[in-house]
């Protein structure tokens, strides 16, 4: 079974760094798209960044734009998120996720991670 | 304020059939294909249909999802207490270059 999962999470002050990994188990990254989303217990899905299989297309919602960066090791099948600058706002549940059916960009999120909390506080 | 419309809120009573919609412009549903998820509570989201109207394996067919022009619509048919979620859809933006999703609905089952 597809699986994914995240790590890295914890509580940060304002201004401060923190990476996220997300890990595949069973299966290969190669050849798949990924997104990091978001989302503050209570509220809706916020979108965070995108990266293609080959890395050629990277994209960012503008509210991170500038201050995080997607990257991925396909040799480790694992996914990157590093998160500079954080603010109160970038707390949330952080969920990787692969574009698993479809062809386009945004199709078929599947399979998503159990998300790992980010908290940032001072 | 989401890109995508969704209404905050349905209710409908078990065993009968509910439908969420989804709003956007000609640079996300209108150019792309539209996804929907499920959301329970305290859990990760879950695909229920893509590229507009297919089901992934296992996502029994009383959900169905199909678009037009610039809207879209999952349909809920045979509802269960168990269904009760929060239900959102999403599609890439060509305009904006970013991944949209709607606010969400929440499903009440009556």
């Known amino acids: 079974q597809v699986q994914l999962v995240e790590s890295g999470g914890g509580v940060v002050q304002p201004g401060n760094s923190l990476r996220l990994s997300c890990a595949g188990s069973?299966?290969?990254?190669?050849?798949?798209?990924f997104h990091w989303v978001r989302q503050t217990p209570g509220k809706g899905l916020e979108w965070v960044a995108f990266?293609?299989?080959?890395?050629?297309?990277?994209s960012y919602a503008d509210s991170v734009r500038g201050r995080f960066t997607i990257s991925r090791d396909d040799s480790e099948n694992t996914l990157y998120l590093q998160m500079n600058s954080l603010r109160t706002e970038d707390t949330a549940i952080y969920y990787c996720?692969?574009?698993?059916?479809?062809?386009?960009?945004?199709?078929?999120?599947?399979?998503w991670g159990r998300g790992t909390l980010v908290t940032v506080s001072s | 304020q989401s890109v995508l419309t969704q209404p905050p809120s349905v209710s409908a009573a078990p065993g009968q059939k509910v439908t969420i919609s989804c709003s956007g412009g000609p640079s996300n549903i209108g150019s792309h294909s539209i996804s929907w998820y499920l959301q329970l509570p305290g859990t990760a989201p879950k695909l229920l249909t893509y590229d507009d109207d297919k089901r992934p394996p296992g996502i029994p067919d009383r959900f169905s999802g199909s678009k037009s022009g610039t809207s879209a619509t999952l349909a809920i048919t045979g509802l269960q207490t168990g269904d009760e979620a929060d239900y959102y859809c999403g599609a890439w933006d060509n305009s904006l270059d970013v991944m949209v999703f709607g606010g969400g609905t929440k499903l009440t089952v009556l």
């Open positions: 069973r299966y290969s990254f190669t050849g798949y798209a």
């Open positions: 996720t692969r574009v698993g059916f479809g062809v386009d960009l945004g199709s078929g999120f599947h399979p």
């Open positions: 990266i293609s299989h080959d890395e050629n297309h990277l």
